[in-house]
Nanobody
Framework: AECSWESGGGLVQVGGSLRLSCAAS????????MAWFRQAPGKEREHVAA????????YYADSVKGRFTISRENAKNMVYLQMNSLKPEDAAVYLC???????????????????WGKGTQVTVSQ
């Protein structure tokens, strides 16, 4: 199983929106907790959002709460991150990750992730 790819990144102006997608290949990830992380140059990878296998529970970092929405379509093995009201500090490479544990949705570290996508660049211009 793997997070085969992310898409939807690009250049957007401050205040704009982007929708990121993550597709999983191989073994279905529908029973996995899924997450989005981001990494800006020179900074550590930061947890942004997470969603339970059912989609019924979500978690957001304070920095994105109220602006970002994580969702999933298990039938399609897809996970999404809708990003609104983008700020310059949101610029980073965004990566999706899959966690095989059945832990409750909460703040996560990179060590919680079993499978990583390759990432998609998000650039926010003034």
């Amino acid at each position: 199983a793997e997070c085969s790819w992310e898409s939807g990144g690009g250049l957007v102006q401050v205040g704009g929106s982007l929708r990121l997608s993550c597709a999983a290949s191989g073994e279905t990830l529908r029973m996995y907790r899924m997450a989005w992380f981001r990494q800006a140059p020179g900074k550590e990878r930061e947890h942004v959002a997470a969603i339970s296998w059912s989609g019924g529970s979500t978690y957001y970092a304070d920095s994105v709460k109220g602006r970002f929405t994580i969702s999933r379509e298990n039938a399609k093995n897809m996970v999404y991150l809708q990003m609104n009201s983008l700020k310059p500090e949101d610029a980073a490479v965004y990566l999706c990750g899959a966690d095989r544990s059945l832990a409750v949705v909460s703040a996560m570290s990179v060590y919680d992730i079993d499978y990583w996508g390759k990432g998609t660049q998000v650039t926010v211009s003034q």
